[in-house]
């Protein structure tokens, strides 16, 4: 493809396929290049490097959350709505959560989500700082939540390009797992109920469980809070 035919905005929706497909170690401009039938080069003119093209990449993913009109619905539905979208994003790009630990991500993107996030936390009736922290809370909540798909996606990915069988290797881990647990007796009784065996199959669960037990958190502090 001419570099005069490229343009940054297809450039940037490639490297998201390419992210989700290989992950953050098979982001580079040679790779890119050959999935744009361009020369790699040639994708500089538009991108300044390969750390510039993962920012421009991330933020184009905060587009994917709806924001709820908080004229229509109140503020705990709207705070549930928008976690709940934030760790399904989280999910479909697990790289965008291991690359938090080595980048600052900006944009109008993510500008446009937190600005929203903020208004749900405000029309509670926090203010301020408050509602930073109220909404820092949530989001390191979702993020902390989703890291252990993302680990797991990225395990999975090495494992299989490396020769071996991740499905085969987790299953092996997990009984070595379960034999040492079984030497500890609250561990053992969990493991020997049947509904722990549900609660694995259904992690989704607990993501739904520490969503709620943190917003009761925060409506019990506007409660207290003098009128």
């Known amino acids: 493809m001419p570099r005069d035919t490229l343009t940054r905005e297809r450039i940037i929706q490639t490297a998201i396929e390419l992210l989700d497909a290989d992950g953050l170690e098979g982001l580079n401009m040679r790779s890119l290049g050959k999935r744009l039938d361009s020369a790699a080069t040639a994708v500089y003119w538009h991108v300044k490097s390969k750390d510039n093209l993962l920012v421009l990449a991330a933020d184009q993913l905060w587009h994917e959350i709806a924001l709820p009109d908080l004229g229509t619905v109140d503020w705990r539905t709207a705070a ?9 994003m989280f999910d479909r790009h697990p790289w965008l959560v291991q690359a938090f630990s080595a980048h600052l991500f900006y944009g109008p993107g993510k500008a446009r989500h937190d600005d929203h996030n903020l208004a749900v936390y405000e029309a509670a009736g926090f203010v301020g700082a408050e509602a930073d922290l ?12 989703a890291a252990g798909a993302a680990a797991t996606a990225s395990l999975t990915r090495r494992l299989n390009q490396d020769g071996g069988n991740a499905e085969e290797r987790f299953r092996d881990t997990m009984a070595k797992a379960r034999d040492i647990a079984m030497d500890f007796p609250r561990l053992r009784a969990r493991l020997e109920n049947p509904a722990a065996a549900d609660y694995a199959a259904g992690p989704d669960s607990g993501f739904e469980y520490g969503l709620r037990t943190i917003l009761d958190g925060l409506q019990d502090q506007l409660a207290d809070k003098p009128r």
């Open 80 to 88: 549930t709505s928008m976690a709940t979208e934030l760790y399904a």
């Open 134 to 145: 109220a909404t820092a809370a949530v989001f390191t909540f979702v993020l902390g939540n």
